[in-house]
C-alpha cells in the first residue's frame, strides 16, 4: 500500500503543481487546507468573513478550526492523500499523525527554495478559479492571456494573499514556523527533501521514485 504524502513548503515553491501531476497519474487525492478555506470563504458565512480576514493578513488561522475541516473533508479508509499546505507548524504535525494518519505509512516531502524566488514567483501566479489549475506570467504563461488552457475559463485570478505586501508576511510565517516541523519528520525517518529550483519534470521524478 502507498504512503500518504506530506507537501511542505513555501508558498510559492511548487507544491500544488506537483500534487496536480501526482493527482493525474492516479493513486492520490489531493487535500489542500488552503483550497478547503477558499471554498469557506466562497461560502460567504459568518466563519468564511472571520477566515478571510486572517488570510488577507497573511497569518495562520488557528489549528483547531483546520483541523476540523480537513477530517470533513477526506477519508482515509477509502484513499491515498496528498496533503498540501496542512501541516503549517508542529502542533499541526503531531495532531495529524495522532487523528488522522493514527498509525497509516506517511511520507513528508519538503520542497527546498531560496526565498528571493519566492516574491516574484508569487507576484506572477495566477490561478483559474473554475478548477484550480496553476499559471505564472513569466514562466508558465496561459496559450491565450486570462483564459485557462486546461478548462478554457475566462477566469484566472491573483489570490488576495499573492499581493506583494501579504506575501511578505506569509513567507515570515512559514519560516518561523517550518523548522520544527522538519525536525520532526526526519526524527521519524520520513522526510525527503527536494530542491524546488529544479524544473517541475525532475521535481516529480523524484518524489515518484519514492511513492
Ligand atoms: P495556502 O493556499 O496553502 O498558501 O494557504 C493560504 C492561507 O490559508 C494561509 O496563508 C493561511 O492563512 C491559511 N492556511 C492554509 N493552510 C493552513 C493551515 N494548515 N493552518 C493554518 N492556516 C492555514
Known amino acids: 500500500m502507498k504512503s500518504h504524502l506530506i507537501l511542505i ?27 478547503l478555506l477558499r471554498s469557506e470563504i466562497a461560502k460567504k458565512s459568518d466563519l468564511g468573513f472571520e477566515v478571510k480576514k486572517v488570510m488577507d493578513s497573511g497569518q495562520l488561522v488557528s489549528d483547531e478550526l483546520v483541523i476540523r475541516l480537513l477530517q470533513a473533508n477526506i477519508d482515509l479508509s477509502k484513499y491515498n492523500y496528498i496533503f498540501d ?69 475566462s477566469d484566472l485570478v ?25 525536525s520532526y519528520y526526519q526524527s521519524h525517518g520520513r522526510l525527503v527533501t527536494v530542491d524546488a529550483e529544479a524544473n517541475v519534470e525532475e521535481i516529480y521524478t523524484k518524489i515518484s521514485s519514492k511513492v
Open 9 to 35: 513548503g513555501a508558498p510559492g515553491s511548487g507544491k500544488g503543481t506537483q500534487a496536480s501531476k501526482l493527482v493525474a497519474d492516479g493513486g492520490f487525492r489531493h487535500v489542500s487546507t488552503g483550497d
Open 85 to 153: 499546505g496542512y501541516p503549517r507548524n508542529i502542533v499541526q504535525a503531531q495532531t495529524l499523525d495522532r487523528e488522522v494518519l493514527k498509525g497509516s505509512s506517511s511520507l513528508a516531502v519538503y520542497f527546498d527554495i531560496n526565498p528571493n524566488k519566492l516574491v516574484e514567483r508569487l507576484a506572477n501566479r495566477r490561478t483559474c478559479k473554475n478548477c484550480g489549475s496553476i499559471y505564472n506570467l513569466v514562466t508558465k504563461k496561459p496559450k491565450i492571456m486570462g483564459v485557462c488552457d486546461e478548462c478554457g475559463a
Open 158 to 182: 491573483q489570490r488576495p494573499d499573492d499581493k506583494e505586501e501579504v506575501i511578505t508576511n506569509r513567507l515570515k510565517v512559514f519560516s518561523e514556523t517550518v523548522n520544527p516541523v522538519l
